[in-house]
């Protein structure tokens, strides 16, 4: 079967690192992304990974390990407006379905 | 702007009463796909086109039909809606289905079945 599966919620203190987590097991395999949705909004893109290794994008960095069906996002220097759920989502070999995770809710304290 | 839109972006019907979600993107992008999104469930694709008059089933396409009669618009119809189609539905586009190419999301459309 097609499986995401990300924490459900996490909190972290404002200017620190928070690293998300996200496993999957789908049928193909043709790349990551992960999506940054705040409350009520629409999703909107933060990084994408098809070739194992780290990808680094300002404060965000993402990391895949495709042997492992394994993916993180790091969000370094956390500010209060990172507040927001971010979604797991893997596009499927042919490119057309994509699957996303639950998502994971990040609440950034002071 | 380079933008999706949706709308209605609110809407509150009855069992049975036939509708349709428009979406359009001025991004000259050729895919083009239609989620909703449930509390605890995610993101989950209903229907998705590669192009014009191609389209084919996501992972949750009962009791929805679309359409793709040229590249700008992609509306959803939901024929007979029913209460357990209550959610939130986002349209997407990207430049073409390859791997890299990320999705653009339009604002999304409340949708409360009574």
């Known amino acids: 079967g097609q499986n995401i599966d990300q924490p459900t919620e996490m909190t972290a203190t404002e200017g620190a690192i928070v690293q998300i987590n996200c496993t999957y097991q789908?049928?193909?395999?043709?790349?990551l992304f992960w999506y940054q949705q705040h409350a009520g909004e629409a999703p909107t893109f933060l990084s994408y990974?098809?070739?194992?290794g780290l990808e680094e994008k300002g404060r965000f960095s993402s990391f895949l390990s495709r042997s492992k069906g394994y993916s993180y996002l790091l969000l370094k220097e956390l500010q209060m407006k990172d507040s927001a759920s971010y979604l797991c989502?893997?596009?499927?070999?042919?490119?057309?379905?994509?699957?996303f995770g639950a998502g994971t809710r990040l609440f950034v304290k002071a | 702007e380079a933008q999706v839109t949706q709308n209605p972006r609110y809407l509150i019907t009855v069992t049975g009463k036939k509708l349709t979600v428009t979406c359009s993107q001025n991004?000259?992008?050729?895919?083009m796909s239609w989620y909703r999104q449930d509390p605890g469930l995610g993101l989950r694709q209903i229907y998705y086109?590669?192009?014009?008059?191609?389209?084919d089933k996501g992972d949750v396409p009962e009791g929805y039909k679309v359409s793709r009669k040229e590249k700008r618009n992609f509306p959803l119809i939901l024929e007979s809606p029913s209460p357990n189609q209550t959610s939130l539905y986002f349209c997407?586009?990207?430049?073409?289905?390859?791997?890299?190419?990320?999705?653009?999301f339009g604002p999304g459309t409340r949708l409360t079945v009574l």
């Open positions: 997407a586009s990207s430049l073409w289905a390859a791997s890299g190419d990320e999705q653009f």
């Open positions: 789908t049928s193909g395999f043709n790349g």
């Open positions: 990974n098809v070739l194992d």
């Open positions: 989502a893997v596009r499927d070999t042919g490119g057309f379905k994509t699957i």
């Open positions: 991004m000259n992008h050729e895919y």
């Open positions: 086109s590669m192009n014009v008059e191609v389209t």
